[in-house]
């Protein structure tokens, strides 16, 4: 036996070289440019970094002497031309007397032409921050990419915004010069430094960005001086100046700008900074001045977000420790003298918040759990999602542009032309991360928060049904104060375009729609009785007119009667003069207030109920789809039981299982075509006397296939053996029905605990009213609802929601029931049994003699 042959070969070790990579300066440049496509956004994050430097106030001086070449040559531009021969030179005809621009240049000339004006301007940024010391300079502000604001993140109570270490290259997008004098904070420091950087450099074919250089020298000019120098012609650069206390901190002047700054470009500038200096209701220590050497009249301090005059104030904050929010409501819409004056008795035992003191007050507060605003169960997983976002700081502003001549409410006087630029400037919901805005939240036309969705599907008045009215995105403004410590999970995109939208943003977004929707809830509570009372009136008005106009044709009929009889007592015409009128009355009412608008509303409720329920049971209706499959097994079955081969064939019980599983489909979709086409009937849509007792078996047996298949007994109980007549619209009583059965259904797919499973319904005849218990063994009330269950009624309210809080249900179901009780003038209360889910329903009656 051989042993294979192995070959040892000795490999003899050597140590490799090791060599740096080389980085172009162009690559640099190029990756500083990226982050800045416009001029705008290049200033931006010079003022940032006047933030980040713990300035108090930052100027922004704009030196332009020509935003275009200009039509006429004077005396002194012909002085600072360079002299014939030069690029600019050779395109000027030297002609003193005229001094006009030649009529000839070519548009290649023309470029050149505006680039020499351009460059006789200058873009200035001062401040009073902590400025630089020469290590600081050389060791930070020199190198790009620099990670310090990473590792040193606050400065005093300021988290600094910048993070990428290259903001020094907004220099380079706005001019080739740079010029630098900054003198750092501290005791006995009388000495500045001088820094200077010609952006050229970078463009040099392939110069390396070692070789870059920039100049540095220490002088011993003090700070306000220098300031003082510069501007010595500027009066109110200089009173600005002295108000801001410039001992220390950094100039920057950028010099042979690169764009042309004309009156529409400092325009944009100046409204960029608006939106990104942070607005007044976040305390933060940081004014912006905006100057044009040129134009000095038309620019000055920043303005910044801020409301005064106001409908409605929400501030406050989410604490992700507790997962609470603390909410404070400013009401600032209603006249409280109109409303002591005429609706004083529309607030006689109503309870805090909705109480005329409480309104007196205008604010309140109140603090409630997030995920009990978010109808979000407060489970494990889910309450470590609401920690990931983390706490954050909201103040919301909400203002009506203007007054539709149909409300009818105790509102304020206000100024619709002052608001309308108000919300033109500041409007919006925007982000401030530490204290400067995230783009593009809240600009012109972002509507990030869907505000405009919502309103679309709900377009109901704010005080016509509780919770049903949403404010509209031109409505509302405000700002959200999150931090890059507070809320790590919140994260940029790589180009600065926004928020990452991952699930923490998303549970962001809903945690904020949340706090939206409960201040939604709140007007809509307000104004509701100021509603109420309005229709009160106009039925009244109208019943008035009515027994008016009844009273006229009564009169008219009695005495045509009594001409052409020539004779009538005194009391026989009055008495038959009243009987005329009570039935005029009863006609003209009818004709006004027919029966055929409440039969459409009626079908309107019963078709929504019909959509909820078909969609909740859609599922089934794909099984039905995919279980049609089956039908093709069933025909490869049966050809193989050839006759003469017997002995060879298949057994039978696979295909009676199709069988089976097809007769179980065909009684499902029996089911749903028998309760789709039994809930438009016509006999329906007209309003009949309702026998509970026949009711209720034939919604058993429109239910029992669907039940059975979950193993739900439904059991009903509607004999009343006196007698007693109540006229409905038996596609009410579906609509009740139907949406309470199907979300005892749901409650029971999410029954986690083995019991019995039973819906019961049971009615009775109590006083006047028909007293209807509906109850089940599933779930019960979702805990998010105990505190308040009245809440379940609101539309839109609902407990169905996916992994990241966001809505899957309706919330209609329930709300479709209480409107149907409310039109029937009866009462609903949700009760507290031990297991399971209970309620009463009164419907009143009128007893049959």
């Given amino acids: 036996m051989y042993l294979p042959y192995f070959e040892i070969v000795r490999i003899e070790s050597f140590s490799m070289k090791k060599v740096p990579f080389k980085v172009s300066a162009r690559t640099a440049k190029l990756i500083g440019r990226e982050n800045f496509s416009n001029a705008e956004g290049a200033i931006v994050e010079l003022v940032k970094n006047s933030y980040d430097a713990n300035a108090k106030n930052c100027i922004i001086v704009f030196d332009i002497p020509y935003s275009k070449p200009p039509s006429t040559l004077l005396e002194t531009e012909l002085k600072r031309l360079p002299e014939q021969g030069g690029p600019i030179g050779n395109l000027y005809i030297r002609d003193k007397s005229t001094h006009y621009l030649p009529e000839n240049l070519t548009e290649e000339k023309m470029q050149v032409l505006r680039a020499y004006f351009r460059g006789l301007g200058s873009i200035y940024i001062v401040d009073n921050g902590i400025g630089m010391d020469q290590d600081t300079i050389l060791n930070q502000w020199m190198q790009i990419g620099t990670g310090n604001k990473e590792i040193d993140f606050k400065i005093g109570n300021r988290v600094k915004t910048g993070a990428k270490g290259i903001g020094r290259f907004a220099l380079d997008r706005l001019g080739y010069l740079s010029e630098m004098y900054t003198v750092p904070a501290g005791r006995n420091v009388e000495s500045g430094y001088r820094w200077k950087m010609d952006w050229r450099q970078f463009d040099q074919p392939e110069q390396e960005i070692s070789n870059i250089t920039a100049e540095l020298d220490e002088t011993k000019d003090r700070f306000e001086n220098v300031l003082a120098s510069d501007f010595k012609d500027q009066i109110s650069l200089i009173k600005w100046i002295k108000e801001g206390v410039f001992r220390h901190g950094t100039m920057i002047k950028i010099s042979q700008l690169k764009d042309e700054w004309d009156a529409d470009a400092l325009q944009a500038v100046n409204k960029g900074l608006e939106a990104l200096v942070p607005p007044k209701d976040s305390a933060v220590d940081f004014g912006v001045h905006f100057y044009h050497v040129q134009d000095p009249a038309s620019y000055g301090e920043v303005e910044t977000a801020y409301f005064n005059d106001y ?470 009330l979702p805990d998010i609802f105990q505190q308040d269950k009245e809440q379940i009624f609101l539309p839109f309210v609902t407990s169905k929601r996916d992994t990241k809080g966001n809505n899957i249900g309706t919330g209609l179901g329930m709300y479709l029931v209480k409107e149907v009780v409310k039109e029937y003038e009866g009462e609903i209360k949700i009760l507290s049994p031990k297991i399971g889910f209970q309620l009463k329903i009164e419907l009143p009656i009128r007893k049959k003699k």
């Avoid at 704010?462 to 404010?471: E, P, Y």
């Avoid at 027994?547 to 008219?556: I, P, V």
């Avoid at 039935?583 to 009626?602: F, P, Q, R, T």
């Fill in 311 to 780: 409908d409605c104030k929400l501030e406050g904050s989410f604490d992700a420790n507790t997962q609470k929010i603390h909410l404070s409501i400013t009401r600032n819409e209603l006249d409280l003298t109109v409303i002591k004056k005429d609706f004083s008795h529309l607030f006689k035992n109503v309870q805090r918040p909705y109480d005329l003191r409480t309104l007196e007050k205008k604010t309140f507060t109140t603090t409630q759990p997030a995920h009990e605003l978010m109808e979000w169960e407060a489970d494990s997983e889910n309450i470590s999602k609401l920690k990931a976002v983390g706490s954050f700081k909201f103040h919301f502003y909400f203002l009506k542009i203007r007054l539709s001549s149909k409300e009818n409410y105790p509102y304020k006087d206000f100024l619709s032309a002052e608001r309308g630029a108000v919300m033109d400037k500041f409007g919006g919901v925007k982000i401030y991360r530490d204290s400067f805005k995230v783009r593009p939240y809240g600009e012109n036309g972002n509507d990030w928060l869907n505000l405009g969705d919502r309103a679309s599907t709900s377009p109901a008045g704010a005080g016509q049904r509780i919770g049903d009215w949403k404010v509209g995105p031109h409505q509302l403004a405000g700002s959200i104060h999150i931090s890059r410590i507070t809320n790590p999970g919140i994260v940029d995109k790589s180009d600065r375009g926004g928020l990452v939208e991952n699930e923490t943003f998303s549970i962001f977004v809903n945690i904020l729609l949340a706090i939206i929707r409960t201040f939604e809830i709140d007007r809509s509570k307000i104004l509701h009785p100021f509603y109420l009372e309005n229709k009160k009136k106009k039925d009244a008005q109208k019943k008035k007119k009515i027994r008016d106009e009844a009273k006229k044709l009564a009169q008219r009929m009695i005495e045509s009667t009594r001409k052409k009889r020539g004779r009538s007592t005194k009391y026989s015409q009055a008495a038959t003069e009243r009987s005329i009128q009570r039935m005029v009355e009863d006609s003209l009412g009818k004709i006004i207030d027919n029966e055929e608008e409440h039969a459409e509303l009626a079908q309107i409720r019963g078709l929504a109920s019909l959509g909820l329920v078909v969609a909740a049971f859609a599922h089934e209706l794909k099984e039905i789809r995919n279980n049609a499959d089956e039908l093709k097994k069933l025909e490869s079955k049966f050809k193989v039981l050839i006759p003469h081969e017997k002995e060879n064939s298949i057994p039978y019980t696979d295909a009676m299982d199709i069988f089976e599983s097809l007769q179980s489909d065909n009684q499902k979709m029996v089911h749903w075509i028998n309760y789709a086409l039994t809930a438009i009937k016509s006999d329906k849509r007209k309003r009949n006397s309702v026998k509970f007792d026949v009711y209720f078996q034939t919604l058993k047996d429109n239910w029992i296939a669907t039940l059975m298949a979950r193993n739900i007994f439904l059991k009903v109980d509607g004999r009343i053996r006196k007698l007693y007549d109540f006229r409905a619209f038996e596609v009410d009583m579906d609509t009740i029905f139907s949406n309470l059965i199907s979300n005892s259904i749901d409650a029971f797919n999410n029954l986690t605990v083995l019991r019995e499973r039973e819906i019961s319904i049971q009615a009775r005849l109590e006083d006047e009213s028909i007293s209807i218990v509906y109850s089940d063994t599933a779930t019960g």
